[in-house]
């Protein structure tokens, strides 16, 4: 195995972990924000620190997506993705901060289907170290 092969595979297992670690952070969100809603103060502070979080996740995405994609694992269409799903959760950190509940949950259920089948496509691929 060439060290370039060994890096993609790094790569690719790190991504594979960080997709994986990104989906499960928004799908613990809205449970928190249920806690929340039904009159649990404390775990807003959770909710805040874990859309900040996953902001930090979806950056690191973006940069092993493009390394991922410069070793020849994946396409233009991750790394692309990738970059809209941040645009995307900031948005739903503004509209959380203003309280704009009409865009912010059904904005993080989109987000959650997207990054889904991000991890989904990046599981099957079929790389194999």
Request: aromatic residues 10%; charged residues 10%.
């Amino acid at each position: 195995m060439t060290a370039a092969e060994t890096r993609s595979g790094t790569s690719v297992a790190l991504l594979r972990a960080v997709l994986a670690a990104h989906c499960c952070a928004l799908l613990v969100q809205p449970s928190l924000a249920g806690e929340f809603l039904s009159g649990t103060d404390g775990v807003v502070k959770f909710h805040e620190w874990t859309g900040w979080a996953i902001l930090g996740l979806c950056i690191l995405q973006i940069a092993l997506a493009a390394l991922a994609m410069r070793g020849g694992f994946a396409s233009w269409w991750l790394t692309i993705g990738s970059v809209f799903v941040l645009m995307g959760e900031m948005l739903q950190v503004a509209t959380g901060y203003l309280r704009f509940v009409r865009v912010h949950i059904p904005l993080g259920v989109i987000l959650f289907g997207a990054v889904l089948l991000q991890t989904i496509s990046v599981f099957r691929s079929g790389y194999r170290k």
